[in-house]
């Protein structure tokens, strides 16, 4: 589903974020990068929809080199969870997780409803919290939110980065 070749992704200044790294992420497999702070997950996870383009080496998507597909299209085949969760704080909880569905343009009411369906699974009550803002909610259920837009258009890939890795 996912393969890395011999990426590397270095900055001028010198640094070197991933180092030659290959390896192969198969459909239904779940992989979790350990490792220190600095050594290159987040550089890893944004090389796969391209928020970081790598310096060397070809990563592919269903055998497909993602450098040649559009970067819009293919983000939206990948629920991405970043870092600092990234609401939108001028939309409600429930706008933001029909985030996605939206842009791919389903019609209101299904898009609507596949956002409470989620926020129901990652335990908090649409009627409660779906006309909130992010900045009435706490830290972690903020996450639970990140989670639930990350899923809504059911893509084939999701990138959770940390603390979702828990
Ligand atoms: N624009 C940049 N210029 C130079 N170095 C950078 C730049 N962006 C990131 N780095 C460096 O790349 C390395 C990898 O960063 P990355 O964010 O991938 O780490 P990480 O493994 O996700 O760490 P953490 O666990 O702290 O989130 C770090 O050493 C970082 O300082
Ligand atoms: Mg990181």
């Known amino acids: 589903m996912i393969r890395f070749e011999h990426v590397t992704k270095s900055y001028a200044d010198g640094t070197t974020a991933v180092d030659d790294l290959s390896f192969e992420v198969a459909e239904g497999e779940l992989v979790t990068l350990v490792g220190p702070s ?32 559009d ?46 369906e989620l926020l129901d699974l990652v335990g908090l009550d649409p009627s409660q919290y779906g006309d909130r803002y992010p900045e009435q909610l706490s830290g972690g259920q903020r996450q639970r939110v990140g989670v ?19």
């Not at 600092?84 to 299904?110: C, D, I, M, S, Y």
């Open 71 to 116: 970067p819009v299209e293919l983000r939206r085949r990948i629920g991405y969870v970043i870092q600092q969760v990234g609401l939108f704080p001028h939309k409600t909880v429930l706008e933001n997780t029909a985030t996605v569905p939206h842009l791919l343009g389903w019609p209101r009411k299904k898009a609507r409803d596949r956002a409470a």
């Open 38 to 69: 600095g050594c290159g997950k987040t550089t890893t996870m944004k090389m796969v929809n391209r928020l970081i383009e790598p310096t060397a080496g070809r990563i592919y998507l269903d055998g497909a080199d993602i450098s040649t597909i």
């Open 148 to 166: 639930a837009r990350a899923l809504a258009a059911d893509p084939p890939v999701l990138l959770m980065d940390e603390p979702f890795g828990a």
